[in-house]
């Protein structure tokens, strides 16, 4: 009985690690899930910048978010980014498709760390265009991303 409690806990505590993406996708069950290992295992890409949030240049690694949402088959224009704590910002899949903003799962070659970014944080490289070094797109790079509703 306690192996079983302690297995149903660690079911509940893995997906919240995972990213729920729904809305306007092309999935028989109304969302696809990714963890940190799927996005790992797929095709990574690193991101070097400054940001309002870390010390100096910071390595991200993740995914681009235009992949995920390719894998998805997206059809809408906007994305309803949701951080675990319920926290919600929209960010237009024109900048996906634009920069090369990623969903990122590392920073500095560790995992994002639990209960400050991870699981997931959307970060835009924003040393590559200055028109991104802004509060504008600060504003979309949310942490503890578990949630993305295409629209």
């Known amino acids: ?3 079983l409690l302690v297995f149903s806990a660690s079911l509940v505590r893995a997906d919240e690690h995972q990213l729920m993406i729904n809305g306007k996708i092309t999935s028989q069950n109304g969302a696809i899930y990714f963890s940190p290992g799927d996005m790992a295992a797929s095709s990574p890409i690193e991101v070097v910048t400054n940001s309002p ?3 100096g240049k910071t390595r991200f690694r993740g995914v681009l978010l ?3 949402l390719d894998k998805v088959e997206a059809d809408g224009s906007v994305l309803k ?5 319920g926290f919600t910002v929209d960010i237009p899949i024109s900048d996906a498709e634009e920069y090369k903003v990623i969903i990122a799962y590392k920073m500095d070659g560790e995992w994002l760390e639990e209960g400050v970014y991870a699981p997931f944080w959307i970060i835009y490289p924003y040393d590559t265009d200055k028109n991104l070094a802004q509060e504008k ?3 979309r790079s949310i942490w503890q991303l578990t949630k993305i509703t295409v629209e």
């Open 1 to 3: 009985m306690t192996v």
């Open 66 to 68: 235009r992949d995920i």
């Open 53 to 55: 949030w870390t010390t």
């Open 81 to 85: 980014a949701t951080a675990a704590d």
């Open 137 to 139: 797109y600060y504003g």
